[in-house]
Structures are given as structure tokens and as C-alpha cells.
């Protein structure tokens, strides 16, 4: 008697129990998402096809697939993707993972343009500094039609992958592509100042980087989470130079680690050319994101 085919089903059950025993917590659902990925159907979808058994060569892709998550390489990079802003996002080894927080930074971009709070009005000037996978620019791009977005970023890998999501939400016409470390490729001059400068730097301690999850620590690029000793070397950076590169009223908004964002606010007290500087919450209520606003005219501050 031929032995009994592999259904979806019982790869699903065996192959959760597999990746539990390599120490990945969210096991059943990465075993989930691995097949609805090889099979290039909804999650759900496996539910409803329960008892469909594979082919040789599904079975051969997906065991091809999970050797790679048991060790420990992220479900994003295996599966190409990572949602943002509800929007689908392509990731891969050049950038870092789009998180959930970064959201913050686009909330509040919006909120200042919504409340007249940009010196450029309806029609504001927006970098994305460290573009990474594009997903500042690409959502501020496409929540302000009438913006005039330029991203940057160190690596030209980076910059492809960013462009390639630009297309993919229909905004790539509408934002310029640099390559450069931070604002080298820019010159302080009245033609280019921002009215809004993004950035989710790198701000990971360097004396913290061997005890991150190996998910982060083996597959993530380092350049992008490096943040030097205390992780303040580039926010540092940043706070000092951002000003010369901003219009009067100009504001710029940073992820920080929480942990982080008293010595970030010192940073930005300390340059005389901010005023205000404040921090901003998360949705778990710990401080994540600074709002440094040029000093200039009273206009459009929010409350």
C-alpha cells in the first residue's frame, strides 16, 4: 500500500510542532503563513483546503521554506512582505522590518499637516531621511497628494527596493531618490530646506546588539539598527544637523528607543534652534517619538 499523502493539514500540525521545538513562539502561525505563501492563497484559505494533499514539489518548496525559518531567518524576509499603514510593503537583507510603531511618525506627520502645523502648507516639503524600504515616504506620498517627497538612504540595494514599492502604491513619480549618509547629499540652502524631516534612525545600543532575538541580530542589517555606544550616535547627529536643513518652523520628527528620548530632548535644548521640543507617546504610552520644531514664526504650532 502507497503511503498516505501529506494533506495541509498534517504539514501544518507537524511542521508547528517542528519550529515549537527550535524556540519560535508563534509556531502554528508561521507554519500557516510559510504554506499560504508557497501556495499563493489567504490564510484561510488552508482551512477551507484542509484535506488537499501536496505535491512532491510543494512539499519539497515548503520544507525548503521552513528549514529557513527553524533558523531563525525572519518570516518577512522568507515571504518577501511585511504589512505598514495597511499597505503591502517588499522587504528583503537591505532593509530593516517595517514596525508597527514607526506608524507613529506617519500619524503625527499627517496630524501636522492636517492642523496647519508645516510651514509649507498644502503643499509641503518632506524628506525621508534613512528611507530603508520607502515606507515614510511611500505613505506620506500618498496621504499628501500634494507633497514634494525626497528620500534617502546610505545604500543603493535600499534605495532599488524603495523605488519598487513606490511603484507598487502608485507614488514613484512623486518622490526623489538620493543616495547618500544623512544630509551629505544635501546643501543648507534655501532651495532645499525641508519644511518636515522623517527618521527612524539606527538607535540600538552597540553593547546590546549580541542579545538581540537572532531573527534581528543574524538577518537584519547591523548598519540600520547600529545606533554606537548608548545608541545615540546618529540621533545625536541628527538633532545637530537637521536644523540647517529645515525652513523656519520646519519640523523634524525621530523614533527613538523610550528609553532614549530624555537624552534626545537634551540634545535638541542644547542646539538653541529649537522651540518646542517635545516628546510623543506611543500607543503603549511609552515616549517613542521627538518633535523638534525650528525656531520661527508663530504659525500652525499645535496645541
Not at 508557497?38 to 521554506?65: I, N, T, W
Not at 540621533?235 to 523634524?252: M, W
Not at 517635545?278 to 500652525?300: L, N, Q, S, Y
Request: aromatic share 6%; glycine share 10%; charged share 30%.
Amino acid at each position: 500500500m502507497p503511503p498516505r499523502p501529506w494533506t495541509i493539514k498534517d504539514l501544518i500540525d507537524v511542521t508547528a510542532g517542528y519550529l515549537r521545538e527550535k524556540g519560535i513562539d508563534s509556531s502554528r502561525l508561521d507554519a500557516e503563513l510559510l504554506l499560504s505563501h508557497l501556495l499563493r492563497c489567504r490564510r484561510l484559505d488552508l482551512y477551507l483546503r484542509f484535506d488537499q494533499p501536496l505535491s512532491e514539489e510543494e512539499l519539497a518548496g515548503y520544507r525548503s521554506l521552513v528549514r529557513r525559518r527553524a533558523g531563525r531567518e525572519p518570516l518577512q524576509y522568507i515571504c518577501g512582505r511585511q504589512e505598514f499603514w495597511s499597505l503591502d510593503f517588499e522587504v528583503g537583507a537591505d532593509v530593516l522590518i517595517p514596525r508597527p510603531e514607526t506608524e507613529l511618525l506617519v500619524e503625527n506627520a499627517l496630524g501636522l499637516h492636517r492642523e496647519g502645523g508645516l510651514p509649507g502648507g498644502i503643499a509641503p516639503r518632506i524628506l525621508d531621511l534613512g528611507t530603508g524600504s520607502g515606507i515614510l515616504a511611500v505613505c506620506t506620498a500618498r496621504e499628501i497628494e500634494t507633497a514634494r517627497v525626497r528620500a534617502s538612504d546610505i545604500t543603493m540595494g535600499a534605495l532599488t527596493l524603495a523605488r519598487r514599492n513606490a511603484r507598487r502604491h502608485g507614488v514613484d513619480e512623486r518622490i526623489s531618490w538620493v543616495q547618500g549618509d544623512l544630509f551629505a547629499p544635501f546643501r543648507p540652502s534655501d532651495q532645499s530646506r525641508f519644511d518636515l524631516i522623517l527618521s527612524n534612525p539606527p538607535y540600538v545600543p552597540e553593547e546590546e546588539l549580541q542579545g538581540l532575538a537572532p531573527e534581528v541580530r543574524d538577518h537584519e542589517p547591523l548598519r540600520a539598527l547600529n545606533g554606537g555606544p548608548g545608541g545615540m550616535e546618529v540621533v545625536r547627529r541628527i538633532l545637530r544637523e537637521a536644523p540647517a536643513f529645515l525652513t523656519q518652523g520646519g519640523r523634524l520628527l525621530m523614533e527613538v528607543d523610550p528609553r532614549q528620548t530624555e537624552e534626545a530632548l537634551r540634545t535638541a535644548e542644547e542646539t538653541g534652534a529649537y522651540d518646542p521640543v517635545e516628546a510623543i507617546r506611543d500607543h503603549t504610552g511609552r515616549f517613542r517619538v521627538v518633535d523638534a520644531r525650528v525656531k520661527g514664526p508663530e504659525r500652525g504650532s499645535r496645541a
